[in-house]
């Protein structure tokens, strides 16, 4: 039978191969599906094989499972935030087994003038229980500059689990901004296109006004930013209103 097909699922674990089935489908296609209940702190490896009737063989991409005993997450604030105020940090885990503490690390630069002087500038711990728990912590920034921040929990076993670090930014100095074209005072005849040319020392969103028509940009420190408008015959005025990431403003005069 020209159309029949044989699939394989394989699944392998650190001792081997944990899983393995076949099976026949007289049609080009089939499905397997199991339900498995995997022990708890395995990491699985698993894929597919496919063969018809004239040989052809196809695999599948090798995927990875991982089973835990305990969930932890670092919830909030997210990854990569910009902030120019203290924040409040989540952590949350769950738990086979019963919890006994839930711990908050925070680490970044003790010394504004050694940016290179990563250490551990606050650790947290509190006493929890239950199965499941999500605590709340806080820090109070000394420094502009990149922090790390997570969390790890441990329960009556003594196994303690780790969340992914997140990091975030504090930065409470204002933005940079230099218009560069049209000058003041500058002139030209009939209905014209302008393009409106400014540098910002780093990522900032702007708007630029003109007679109060607010137009929105995305400007970036490693390039001239550059807005273009068709204006008529008239008097016009330019200015820019401009917040870096973390939210601090800057502006420009008419």
Known sequence: DLNKINITLNIWNSTGLFYSTNESFNSLNGTIN?????????????????????????????????????????????????????????????????????SFYFWGVNDSSNSSNITLLNNQTVNVSGTTNSSLFYYNFSN???????????????????????????????????????????????????????????????????????NYVEAYSNKTNIFTKELGVGNYQWYLNCSDLAGNPINTSN
């Open 34 to 102: 199991r339900n498995f209940t995997l022990p708890l702190n395995e990491t699985y490896h698993w894929d597919c094989s496919a063969i018809d009737a004239k040989g052809n063989l196809n695999l599948s991409e090798n995927r990875t499972l991982s089973t835990v005993s305990m969930l932890v997450k670092s919830v909030f604030p997210k990854n990569n935030t910009y902030t120019n105020t203290n924040q409040t940090y989540n952590c949350s885990v769950k738990s086979v087994n019963a919890l006994k503490n839930l």
């Open 144 to 214: 502009n500059g990149n922090y790390t921040w997570s969390c790890s929990a441990s329960n009556v076993l003594n196994q303690t689990y780790n969340s992914s670090n997140k990091s975030i930014v504090y930065d409470i100095t204002k933005p940079d901004i230099i218009r560069i074209f049209p000058p003041n005072g500058y002139s030209v005849t009939g209905k014209q296109t302008v393009a409106f040319k400014f540098n910002v020392s780093e990522q900032t969103n702007c708007s630029v006004t003109i007679n109060n028509d607010n």
